[in-house]
């Protein structure tokens, strides 16, 4: 349900539901509780709106679950109701925006946010997402204006100074700027992990010396976070450490064994550091198993076939990449090459 960014791969929704506050408790003691499921969440809240159907807190309570369980029109239901009972609640239009989000209207997530505005100057998390959507609409001048205007109502905002390093990244390609930016959201939210990978990626292209050692902190610091762990294995594959990458590889597929980018990683790193041409292409055909349209695979399977000498099979392997995306020219090269070879 929720769009990605375009800009520089990143694989988050900048309009994500991160509203809720974190429950507080005062009791260490207390034996830990399973988590409640979005169902059950639901039908507390109906129980609890049953109860004092006049409360408006409880209505967007219940949107949010709704809108997490992709019950759009239920969501609204209940984020009209909460607007009846309270006009002035800077939730409720900060929920609605979402969900405008998630439905592809910008005119009316644009109108929303500028009437949680103008309801409360002073609360600045409807200027941070009217930067994410000028971000995601590239009109960046507008975004960074919003974001400074927030951190003017407080230098404590890590999505704001995110979204900055975003901007930064996307229209002006000034890395420098972006990283100052990525950083201070990293030092203000240690739990943030967003600005993190961005800095990371920084770093692999630009830093290489202190890439390593940053991607190995990343990945500590957000041990649950497969994207970090998937980062620090990807340097490690090209920076002379390809059975580490491979260790950390075996972690994801064990997290998610139908993983078929890592399951391709693993072949490449196989075929291409390692020289292992049995394992490359097993690897491979299990990628290929998994999505069978996944042109990468079925062309590397093509060329550790070449390589072990079998052109006839390998030739047919690239002529099915080309049926599949005529311009795909390192399956034409392969083809021009292993023609040539029988030629000579």
Do not use: W
């Amino acid at each position: 349900m929720k769009k990605n960014l375009l800009f520089f791969g990143l694989l988050l929704a900048l309009f994500a539901c991160n509203n809720t506050p974190k429950p507080e408790t005062d009791n260490t003691s207390q034996e830990p509780k399973a988590p409640v499921s979005v169902n059950d969440a639901i039908q507390l809240l109906t129980d609890s709106i049953a109860m004092d159907s006049t409360n408006a807190s409880l209505y967007v309570s219940r949107a949010k679950a709704y809108f997490a369980s992709e019950q759009i029109g239920q969501a609204m239901i209940d984020i009209n109701k909460s607007l009846q009972l309270d006009p002035n609640n800077i939730d409720t239009y900060l929920l609605l925006a979402d969900v405008y989000y998630a439905l592809g209207d910008q005119d009316n997530i644009n109108a929303t946010l500028n009437k949680a505005v103008e309801i409360n100057s002073l609360d600045a998390r409807p200027l941070v997402k009217l930067a994410e959507l000028n971000l995601l609409q590239q009109n960046f001048n507008l975004a960074i204006g919003y974001v400074d205007k927030a951190l003017g109502l407080s230098s404590y905002n890590p999505r704001a100074y995110f979204v900055k390093g975003v901007c930064y990244m996307a229209a002006k390609q000034d890395t420098a700027s972006a990283l100052k930016n990525f950083q201070l959201a990293s030092e203000q939210d240690a739990t943030f992990y967003d600005p993190v990978e961005q800095i990371s990626r920084i770093y692999a292209v630009q830093q290489p010396p202190y890439a390593m050692d940053y991607l190995r902190k990343a990945q500590r610091q957000f041990p649950d976070y497969p994207t970090a762990r998937y980062e620090l294995a990807l340097f490690l594959q090209s920076h002379g450490e390809p059975e580490e990458a491979l260790l950390h590889y075996d972690t994801l597929l064990m997290q998610r064994p139908d993983n078929y980018i890592v399951l391709f990683n693993k072949g490449y790193v196989n075929y291409v550091y390692l020289e292992d041409n049995e394992a490359a292409l097993g690897y491979f055909n299990q990628a290929l198993e998994v999505k069978p349209d996944y042109l990468d695979a079925k062309y590397n399977k093509g060329r550790v076939i070449e390589q072990m000498g079998d052109y006839a099979q390998a030739m047919e392997i690239y002529k099915e990449v080309l049926k599949q995306k005529p311009d795909y020219t390192l399956a034409i090269d392969a083809i021009n090459r292993i023609q040539n070879q029988e030629t000579e």
